[in-house]
């Protein structure tokens, strides 16, 4: 369902706290680029976020990162080395984690600005992983 709005811009994450999806993200700067070509592009099309997008509402509305450029992101949810090695190694357990994502997403226990940092994370961590075996093959 498609909800008009009367106002242009709206910040990113007070949109997605009120249980709104923009239309449009306009990336402002580095990390909001990320979300825009990385992150949502990766949540659109994984299963296991679509539960959590059909609740938002579509608004037309051009969303906007007002953040910091390069944001320092606390999260509870840390990947000891061996985890993080493991998904590397083992790419079966990334619908595991974004499992659990989602999970923090649709029960809110974690803000989306950790959601989305752990996801970043590691879709850099699966590029790092398959380019890099890649490399080695040629």
């Not at 449009?24 to 992150?39: F, G, H, I, K, N």
């Not at 499992?99 to 923090?104: N, Y």
Request: charged content about 15%; aromatic content about 10%; proline content about 7%.
């Amino acid at each position: 369902m498609i909800t008009q709005c009367y106002y242009q811009t709206q910040d990113l994450f007070k949109a997605l706290e009120e249980n709104k999806l923009p239309t449009t993200l306009r990336p402002q700067c580095s990390y909001s680029r990320m979300l825009a070509s990385e992150v949502f592009p990766v949540l659109m099309q994984l299963p296991q976020f679509q539960p959590w997008l059909d609740s938002l509402d579509v608004v037309d509305v051009v969303a906007i990162y007002t953040g910091s450029d390069t944001p320092t992101i606390n999260t509870s949810e840390c990947l000891s080395r061996s985890e993080s090695s493991a998904i590397n190694e083992m790419p079966q357990l990334m619908p595991s984690l974004f499992d659990s994502m989602c999970a923090a997403v649709m029960q809110k226990r974690l803000p989306y600005e950790e959601v989305f940092a752990i996801v970043l994370d590691s879709i850099h961590a699966m590029n790092y992983k398959h380019y890099k075996t890649l490399g080695t093959l040629h």
